[in-house]
């Protein structure tokens, strides 16, 4: 994993325990943010490791039901297509929990930890502007009626490609990836083209914090 990559993610949690109206939070706040948030990380590695042994017994039921109860082929044939997706999220989950506490170990670095605050004093300092880029990079829709985790990852691609130097494919390619992970099926499409609009209306990077 790389820490930028770690430090981003970070901030998307952190960032759901921010005012809707922030005022200027103290460093000392946002710190507690990003501990909380590695908390929430923990907890759904727990949450992600029952839910996979759920499914995989559920799988397991379901084969068997297709030797011992299926009254037809067709019926039989789809116990096995349901167990076998059943094991397929079983494994995308263990995949999960097995990768976060790696991302938990990493996101104490001190780089990472640096990284993340940047991230959050960024938009925290300079939320109005981001959200007017955003408003006008959007084709008849509305930041404010987007789920909070598609605004939150729109936000941070948008303080990095403004403020903190990060080049727009990266912060594109970035946004893309996280709201893959966390966002709907439609979401990571959707912060793509808006994305690529702002990156469209950028005009030479002389925008200060």
């Not at 430090?7 to 200027?24: F, G, M, T």
């Not at 039921?61 to 019926?75: F, I, N, P, Q, Y």
Request: aromatic share 4%.
């Amino acid at each position: 994993m790389q820490p930028r990559r770690i430090a981003r993610e970070l901030a998307l949690l952190s960032q759901s325990q921010l005012s809707a109206n922030p005022e200027k939070v103290q460093q000392q706040k946002l710190e507690d943010f990003v501990v909380a948030a590695v908390r929430t990380l923990t907890s759904e590695s727990h949450d992600a490791l029952e839910t996979s042994s759920a499914e995989l017994k559920r799988g397991s039921d379901r084969l068997m039901g297709s030797v011992l109860h299926a009254s037809t082929v067709e019926s039989a044939r789809a116990m096995v297509y349901e167990a076998i997706e059943l094991t397929q999220s079983a494994i995308n989950r263990l995949a999960m929990a097995v990768e976060i506490p790696e991302f938990i170990q990493l996101s104490n670095r001190k780089e990472v930890r640096a990284h993340t605050l940047e991230i959050l004093s960024c938009i925290n300092a300079n939320r109005s502007a981001i959200d007017e880029v955003l408003n006008k990079s959007m084709v008849d829709w509305q930041l404010n009626r987007l789920p909070r985790i598609d605004r939150d990852i729109l936000r941070i691609a948008v303080a990095e490609m403004y403020y903190l130097g990060i080049p727009a494919k990266v912060a594109i390619n970035e946004a893309v990836e996280m709201a893959k992970r966390y966002s709907g099926d439609e979401g990571y499409r959707f912060i793509n083209g808006v994305l690529r609009r702002v990156s469209e209306n950028m005009k030479e990077p002389t925008a200060s914090q």
